[in-house]
T-cell receptor, first 117, second 118 residues
Framework: GESVGLHLPTLSVQEGDNSIINCAYS??????FIWYKQESGKGPQFIID?????DKRQGQRVTVLLNKTVKHLSLQIAATQPGDSAVYFC????????????????FGQGTILTVHP | GAGVSQSPRYKVAKRGQDVALRCDPI?????LFWYQQALGQGPEFLTY????????KSGLPSDRFFAERPEGSVSTLKIQRTQQEDSAVYLC????????????????FGPGTRLLVL
């Protein structure tokens, strides 16, 4: 079936290193992707998004790369800090075919990022 | 301003009890979503409202689940005759819904209600 998933369930890095979190999607019709950060006991927090007509987008310390050829999405965090420790989810925002889109999100399983001081 | 709020934050129910979970979206947000998040998993879509209209309830797992948003602001997710498999975090999200491209609006999530059914 259609899904959005992650290659690595856990990632441990040292403070100051760059982190890369990966995500694979299977629906070639997907046209909008979002990365969320979720800390323990909190709801998902928007990090960055990207449309399918782009292959790269940068934010503050974060970059999202989209490779539509292999249906792969990645989140790069520069100079990772202990406060970045959380679960990171990629999500696909699917359009409803033939009608009004409304933003139903399909999430992957998540990657646990642990940053060691 | 205030973000999305949910109450209660924690709920323990005995199997068979009914529960009601409340969501207060960001003021003025047209779109409201409910998601269910099992332990160690990503959130899964349950239902969607545009103002008071429930336009998609395809994710509700059974007819024991019911959601409403009667005045287009606060929403309540009700679960009747709770079962142990209903134990999860229930997340609410809202977005402005003010543009034609609803699908590309940032959804703002609340902290969730953690439901434990014993």
């Amino acid at each position: 079936g259609e899904s959005v998933g992650l290659h690595l369930p856990t990632l441990s890095v040292q403070e100051g290193d760059n982190s890369i979190i990966n995500c694979a999607y299977s629906n070639s019709a997907s046209d909008y992707f979002i990365w969320y950060k979720q800390e323990s006991g909190k709801g998902p927090q928007f990090i960055i998004d990207i449309r399918s007509n782009m292959d790269k987008r940068q934010g503050q310390r974060v970059t999202v790369l989209l490779n539509k050829t292999v249906k792969h999405l990645s989140l790069q965090i520069a100079a990772t800090q202990p406060g970045d420790s959380a679960v990171y989810f990629c999500a696909e925002n699917r359009r409803r075919g033939g009608g009004t889109s409304y933003g139903k999100l399909t999430f992957g399983q998540g990657t646990i990022l642990t940053v060691h001081p | 301003g205030a973000g999305v709020s949910q109450s209660p934050r924690y709920k323990v129910a005995k199997r068979g009890q009914d529960v009601a979970l409340r969501c207060d979206p960001i003021s003025g947000h047209v779109s409201l979503f409910w998601y269910q998040q099992a332990l160690g998993q990503g959130p899964e879509f349950l239902t969607y409202f545009q103002n008071e209209a429930q336009l998609d309830k395809s994710g509700l797992p059974s007819d024991r689940f019911f959601a409403e948003r009667p005045e287009g602001s606060v929403s309540t997710l009700k679960i009747q005759r709770t079962q142990q498999e209903d134990s999860a975090v229930y997340l609410c999200a809202s977005s402005p819904g003010m543009t034609s491209g609803f699908s590309e609006e940032t959804q703002y999530f609340g902290p969730g209600t953690r439901l434990l059914v014993l």
